[in-house]
């Protein structure tokens, strides 16, 4: 069985102009940092979009000591500020990611990034719709993942996206065009 076929970009950077950097969550390049011990590898944003920009891998979680495989953590108590607990230990994560989210969009933004991808639904990387477990334990799905809530305040003119929305043709193509466009502003 095959995988879906893409449309082949019709847009490039043009020649001798720097590369377009995007920040990813790493596990959707393959790399196996996901609390279970796997990826969640993305075939058109390693082989579609990977052949016109360079990737700038990030795992949060990884990252801030947690291991592979690991416990997981989820959001609970509620919007607007959540906080992220193991699951195993309700040991609270909260300060130590924001701290640590507010060090690497610092790293991130000297990288001249043009953009990010997130991985839908995770309680660091999440964009939108992540499942939040209220006091009473009952979960809602209107949270976005500590990470990705620090980086859009700290850089809220950065084109972000989930890679599950870039799915849909109209939100892909919006997508492409802003980085582009961001990517060519940062360079004037």
């Keep these: 069985m095959t995988g879906p076929t893409y449309p082949a970009p019709s847009w490039k950077a043009p020649s001798g ?3 377009i950097r995007l920040g990813i969550s790493s596990c959707l390049l393959g790399q196996k940092v996901r609390y279970d011990g796997g990826h ?3 075939s058109y944003l390693t082989e579609v979009l990977g052949k016109w920009v360079e990737w700038e891998g990030v795992c949060p979680e990884v ?7 690991r416990p997981p953590i989820d959001l609970h108590h509620g919007v607007p500020n959540p906080r992220l607990i193991k699951s195993t230990t309700q040991e609270d994560l909260t300060e130590k990611m924001e701290h640590y989210a507010r060090l690497k969009v610092t790293e991130l933004q000297n990288l001249g990034l043009a953009g990010f991808v997130f991985k839908r639904a995770s309680p660091s990387c999440g964009m939108e719709k992540v499942k939040v477990l209220g006091d009473d334990g009952a979960p809602t799905k209107n949270g976005s993942g500590i990470f ?11 084109p972000v996206e989930e890679e599950g ?4 043709p109209e939100i892909r193509e919006r997508f492409i065009e802003r980085i582009f466009c961001f990517h060519r502003l940062c360079q004037e």
């Design 40 to 42: 969640k590898r993305d």
């Design 17 to 19: 102009e720097e590369p």
């Design 165 to 168: 929305r870039l799915g849909d």
């Design 148 to 158: 990705a809530r620090v980086l859009m305040e700290m850089w809220p003119d950065l």
């Design 63 to 69: 990252e801030i000591g947690l291991g592979t495989p």
